[in-house]
């Protein structure tokens, strides 16, 4: 298999780096690890994403009669590639580009359609995805937030939490409880929530990383009107799982798009490998081996899962195999960076002036969480693609309120 661009796309990359280099000025640029804080450069990103948008550089596998390109995933990756190689920061408004967007142009309304998607593309207004609460990530249809019909709205109670963006967010997909007397995954129904709106409140949480980039939203009786549902009433599940395929596709991407690339460490590992002792050598090459070898198979494997979706293929479960490889590459990579660097990973300064290992040892273990578990990933991979017998679910066809007992 040949991983060199082809003529097209080689072509494609020409036009993006010209077009980055002509807007370079109106574009916000980081150092190389330099934490952004979308909070507190929250109008820069939205202005480099505007600008990138005018300039056709948003929305790339979006259809065109919504805003967007009507390009591949192959081109997508290389938008990508060639916004890391110029120092872009991540899109403010990734969650809304590859999760909510995509949703809203599966389910939507034509007014939903209209309303939203142009805005959402030029980060007019910035998206987030209000799933997870206290009680239910990996097991999200045990959600409790409900939402209870009033005339010509709804009133919905509850708490999301790991809400990416929220802090920032204009609007959000909500996913809600409208009958508890069903089983769980037949009682969801989906909405657009106004982020403004009167009884939505916001609380900033911490990483270990440092940074605050999600939060918990608490809902007291805040009114959404029908018109903003999603979907039939009792249909968000499978509204949920058009967001949850493109949450595999958006985060699993290429696998080692994910932390620190190997290229980086290899350049380390020859500039710090001779002043170690041999015995320290010979385990410092294995630990870089083993996480090449891991770095490099999740990055091919993510090109040729790209290859099928541009042919025409459907993200499939197999797309859970990304991101689980991809996660676990990247710990390897960013473990065997901070050994190899030792004091100085901490510390920031490395060999290339890129600060990014320390940081990168704490903030990959959430990527290993956000958008499904390793083990929950492992379960799928078990259960759709190899066949295994699934898990035995108890309370999969009984009424939510029953507490899944029958
Ligand atoms: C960086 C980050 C960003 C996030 N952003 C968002 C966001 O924007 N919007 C949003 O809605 N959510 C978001 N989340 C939440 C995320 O989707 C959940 O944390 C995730 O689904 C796991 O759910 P949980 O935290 O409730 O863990 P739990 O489901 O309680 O899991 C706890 C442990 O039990 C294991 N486990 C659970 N069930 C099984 C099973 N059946 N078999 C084997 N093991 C199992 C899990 O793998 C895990 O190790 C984010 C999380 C992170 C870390």
């Keep these: 298999m040949d991983f060199d661009d082809t003529p097209e796309e080689a ?3 020409a ?6 280099e002509e807007h370079a000025s109106e574009l916000l640029h980081v150092a190389p690890g330099e934490p952004v804080d979308a909070r507190s450069r929250e109008a820069e990103l939205r202005d480099t994403q505007r600008v990138l948008a005018e300039a056709g550089l948003v929305g790339v596998t979006w259809p065109r009669e919504y805003g967007g390109q009507g390009g591949t995933l192959v081109q997508q990756a290389i938008v990508g590639q060639e916004l890391g190689r110029a120092r872009v920061p991540t899109l403010i408004n990734h969650i809304g580009i590859g999760m909510c967007g995509p949703t809203v142009i599966a389910h939507g309304s034509d007014d939903q359609r209209s309303r939203y998607l142009a805005r ?3 980060a007019d207004d910035v998206w987030c995805q209000l799933f997870s609460e206290p009680g239910s990530g990996s097991d999200l249809a045990a959600l409790r937030t409900s939402a209870v019909r009033d005339g010509e709205d709804w ?5 999301k939490v790991w809400t990416t963006l929220a802090h920032v967010a204009d609007f959000g997909i909500l996913l809600t409880r409208t009958d508890p007397s069903r089983p769980k995954h037949a009682g969801l129904t989906m909405f657009v929530v106004d982020m403004h709106a009167p009884g939505v409140t916001v609380r900033p949480l911490r990483q270990m990383s440092g940074g605050a980039d999600f939060n918990e939203v608490f809902f007291d009786d805040v009114r959404i009107p029908d018109s903003e549902r999603l979907g039939e009433p009792g249909e968000g599940w499978r509204v949920a799982l058009t967001t949850l395929m493109n949450e595999r596709v958006a985060i699993g991407g290429a696998g080692s798009d994910i932390g620190p690339s190997p290229e980086s460490l290899t350049a380390h590992a020859r500039d710090r490998l001779p002043a170690l002792s041999p015995e320290q050598q010979v385990l410092a090459r294995q630990a870089v081996g083993r996480a090449l070898v891991a770095s490099l198979a999740t990055r091919y494997t ?5 290859t099928t979706l541009s042919q025409g293929g459907v993200p499939g479960p197999e797309a859970s195999a990304g991101k689980l490889g991809g996660t676990a590459a990247a710990r390897l990579v960013t473990d065997a960076g901070v050994r190899l660097l030792g004091d100085e990973a901490v510390l920031g300064a490395t060999a290339d002036g890129d600060d990014t290992w320390q ?13 499904g578990t390793d083990q929950v990933l492992r379960n799928i991979l078990g259960e759709r693609v190899l066949g295994l017998p699934p898990e035995p679910r108890t309370d999969k066809s009984a009424p939510f309120s029953s507490g899944g007992r029958r």
């Design 302 to 306: 993510g090109y040729r899962r790209f």
């Design 359 to 371: 940081r990168a040892q704490a903030y990959v273990p959430g990527i290993a969480i956000a958008g």
């Design 120 to 122: 959402l593309l030029r």
């Design 11 to 13: 072509s494609f990359r």
């Design 155 to 159: 009133v919905v109670n509850g708490q």
């Design 15 to 20: 036009h993006v780096r010209s077009v980055l």
